[in-house]
């Protein structure tokens, strides 16, 4: 009797997540029991479509935040089953799991602390570097979310793992790489590379329920924090 009533509510779970409304979609995801959200919203992470694969990461931040501020063991299982996806040794691929850890990072400094270096030792090929240039864009985004919070814990060192990225090939991986940076306060005009800022390719970059497509070139003039402060100030 569980399995069909699972089927059911994972159904219901991304029949949510089409809602356009943000507020709306995350309102009726709260009546959903946490634990029982926490998986669907992974399985969603591996949707073919990718809105509603960044919308449950959306979701997934939301909800671990929310576990975090009075069950704190909890919230610390879910960021250790997102990081067991990232592992080779798991057995599959961690769709959506670096972009969940950004998104929860980003909401509950309490994880952060505990947890942020792990997100960008992913980056780093003196720790935990994953090599898998799709899981390296989802990196790349999770690191950018959370940047937007918390910039100033994007040191010299770590904007440095960042930084190799904006001579990526792919152009949702610069893109996402200027994100970061900037959202750190670590890239403005003085040292934007010249490539970065002649590149019109056109990406679409999630803006937190939908996407809108941005040219390279203009990422970083749209992405700057809000304080305006640049790496000289960090």
Not at 17 to 30: C, E, G, K, S, V
Not at 128 to 138: K, T
Not at 206 to 225: M, Q
Request: with cysteine.
């Amino acid at each position: 009797m569980a399995r069909p009533r699972g089927r059911k509510i994972r159904q219901k779970v991304g029949e949510i997540l089409q809602i356009q409304d943000r507020h709306a979609a995350l309102d009726q995801l709260t009546r959903i029991p946490d634990k029982q959200l926490v998986g669907h919203l992974i399985f969603h992470f591996y949707a073919g479509d990718e809105l509603p694969r960044f919308r449950s990461v959306t979701a997934m931040g939301c909800l671990v935040s929310r576990i975090a501020s009075g069950r704190m063991e909890n919230a610390r299982d879910v960021m250790r089953r997102l990081m067991w996806n990232l592992n080779d040794e798991s057995g599959g691929i961690g769709w959506g799991s670096a972009e969940a850890m950004g998104e929860i990072l980003g909401q509950s400094p309490d994880l952060a602390a505990e947890f942020d270096s792990i997100l960008f030792s992913f980056l780093d090929p003196k720790a935990n570097f994953i090599d898998n240039p799709m899981l390296q864009q989802g990196i790349l985004w999770g690191i950018g979310t959370y940047a937007k919070t918390a910039p100033d814990q994007v040191n010299h060192y770590r904007a440095g793992l960042i930084f190799s990225f904006l001579d990526a090939e792919n152009p949702v991986k610069r893109g996402y790489a200027i994100r970061a940076l900037t959202h750190a306060g670590r890239l403005d005009s003085d040292n934007l590379p010249g490539h970065i800022q002649t590149d019109v390719n056109t990406i679409l970059i999630y803006t937190g329920w939908h996407f809108e497509p941005v040219r390279i070139c203009d990422i970083a003039l749209t992405c700057f924090p809000q304080t305006g402060q640049g790496p000289e100030n960090r």
